[in-house]
């Protein structure tokens, strides 16, 4: 039987939303892991020199070839085997983040490869070093390409931040079936999370759209010239037509 | 022990000298030992069949690609090496950045900063690497606009404006540097036609005014009416230089003679 009255009572407690929050901060702290993780790995992979590139394609490798589960778990309880004890938080920080730092890398290198080759010779050509090139010339527009995948990937890791709960990290889900163990309301709990999830992506999906408008800023002044073309006027063709 | 300077004679006060530049891309000998001297305020005109290396040889000239042998000096300064106790060592990126301020570079596709507007790809040079202050490079910026007609587009992004717009501002993004040698890979060769003319006649006032220039083109009548030298490149290599009544209207050698009129249209 669903319980109406349960279902309205869990959708405004107060540990289930404190858990959102938690899940939210999770998947932000992780996510600017993996950005610098996946910096890092897609500047390295463009490197001239093998041995700088084979150490991020490992990386990369490794990180994509197994489950993030998996990952979680071997650092949260294997790892102090070998003398690593890292408490649940940096446990589920550490592993979301490096995890998502691996896709994040291939996301960010194909941003910059998009990049024509002749802005970073004209950056150069007036004198600018590596560094200057790729913050003002490359980044900037490698980001109008990288901006949307990435906010895919930041929905993503909201969801997938859920594995975290297997490490015992206090975060929605876990606080959920916490809930659950002593409530037994179980459907109207699990519902109750789902939408604050459901919430987390909606309001992000909004985000998102604005930092695509933001980030797209020059390829808008391209439409803007080509609204400047008259529109083809469908009854002028007609007419033209009907003269023939 | 050797004196460290062995490899580079003293300088005669040559704007660019370069000298027995070699490049291989892979088996390929692209540039078979070219050497240059160019005085200041000398313009010299670089023509040959494609493929033959002129726009690799100009862009070992500021080391967008460097050379595999020999040396670049500008102005009497060593590009990207300097005397290390085993011969030449390489300089940093920072300090080949620093070394390529001084030549600017025009692209055959112009390669303007595609999100900044016509103004902000002139001031990106001298606020982003120069550190001049916005306002500053700002008027400055605005004045080289005007100096190529273009200062009604200041606030155009690259996209909205023709090629020959985006070549002129490409012409000031590099002055805006004070560069002592300007370098022009093809110029005009992605322009339409109607558009050659309004590029060609900026690099005509920069001549003028006594810029020091390098220009790869196909414009041989340009070549005639701008260029105090021309040179004939083929396989990589010099095989014919003179000023543009010897070698356009009096070629001696027969590859010459056989670009040259092939370019004029003549058969």
């Known amino acids: 039987m669903w319980d109406w009255e349960a279902f309205f009572h869990y959708l405004h407690s107060l540990y289930l939303i404190k858990g959102a929050g938690i899940s939210l901060a999770l998947s ?3 996510m600017i892991i993996g950005l610098a993780c996946g910096l890092l790995a897609a500047l390295m992979r463009m490197s001239r020199h093998k041995l700088i590139r084979q150490p991020a394609s490992f990386y990369v490798w490794l990180f994509r070839g197994t489950p993030v589960l998996v990952q979680l778990i071997i650092i949260y309880t294997g790892l102090p085997q070998l003398g690593i004890t890292l408490g649940v938080i940096p ?9 998502e730092g691996a896709y994040l890398a291939e996301i960010i290198r194909a941003g910059i490869s998009a990049v024509p080759r002749g802005q970073f010779e004209a950056a150069r050509a007036i004198g600018m070093t590596r560094t200057t090139t790729l913050r003002v010339v490359v980044m900037p527009q490698a980001l109008r390409i990288i901006i949307p995948p990435l ?3 930041f929905n993503g890791l909201m969801k997938t931040s859920s594995l975290a709960s297997v490490i015992s990290m206090d975060e929605l889900l876990r606080r959920t079936e916490l809930l659950i163990q002593v409530q037994f309301k179980v459907l109207e709990i699990f519902i109750v999370a789902a939408l604050y999830y459901l919430l987390l992506t909606t309001l ?3 985000v998102q759209h604005r930092l695509e408008a933001h980030f797209s800023r020059s390829v808008t002044a391209s439409d803007r010239s080509r ?3 008259p529109p083809l006027q469908l009854n002028e063709v007609a007419l033209s037509h009907d003269a023939t | 022990m ?20 070699h490049k291989y891309f892979g088996h390929n000998h692209v540039l078979q030992g070219i050497d240059l001297k160019v005085s200041k305020g000398e313009v010299v005109v670089i023509v040959g069949p494609s493929g033959s290396g002129k726009s690799t040889f100009l862009r070992t000239i500021n080391h967008l690609d460097a050379p595999d042998e020999g040396w670049v000096r500008i102005d009497g300064a060593l590009l990207g090496y300097r005397s290390g106790n085993a011969g030449q060592v390489a300089v940093s990126d920072a300090t080949l950045s620093e070394q390529r301020r001084q030549i600017g570079m025009v692209f055959q596709q112009f390669n303007l900063f595609s999100h900044m507007t016509a103004l902000e790809n002139v001031m990106s040079g001298p606020v982003r690497v120069l550190r001049t202050n916005r306002t500053q490079a700002g008027e400055a910026a605005r004045g080289l606009l005007a100096l190529v007609g273009l200062e009604d587009k200041a606030a155009s992004y690259p996209d909205q ?27 005009t060769s992605s322009l339409d036609p109607e558009m050659v003319h309004e590029v060609l006649q900026v690099m005509l006032d920069l001549s003028r005014q006594g810029m020091t220039m390098i220009i790869v083109t196909h414009e041989i009548q340009f070549a005639n009416k701008a260029a105090d030298r021309i040179l004939f490149m ?11 009544a010897e070698l356009v209207n009096n070629p001696r050698n027969e590859r010459t003679q056989k670009f040259l009129r092939l370019v004029t249209g003549g058969l």
């Not at chain 1, 446990?91 to 995890?99: D, T």
């Not at chain 2, 062995?6 to 370069?18: C, F, L, S």
């Not at chain 2, 404006?161 to 110029?187: C, N, T, W, Y």
């Open chain 1, 204 to 206: 992000w999906g909004l």
């Open chain 2, 2 to 21: 050797m004196p460290p300077d062995k490899g580079w004679p003293p300088d005669k006060g040559w704007m660019v000298e370069a000298h027995g530049i």
């Open chain 1, 151 to 153: 906010g895919n990937a």
């Open chain 1, 28 to 30: 932000i702290g992780a």
């Open chain 2, 234 to 244: 083929d396989s990589g290599m010099i095989i014919e230089e003179g000023t543009p």
């Open chain 1, 227 to 229: 609204d400047k073309a």
């Open chain 2, 161 to 187: 404006l023709s090629g020959g717009q985006q070549q002129r501002v490409a012409i000031a993004r590099a002055l805006a540097m004070h560069p002592k040698v300007m370098l022009f890979d093809e110029p």
């Open chain 1, 91 to 99: 446990s589920a920080l550490i592993g979301l983040g490096v995890n």
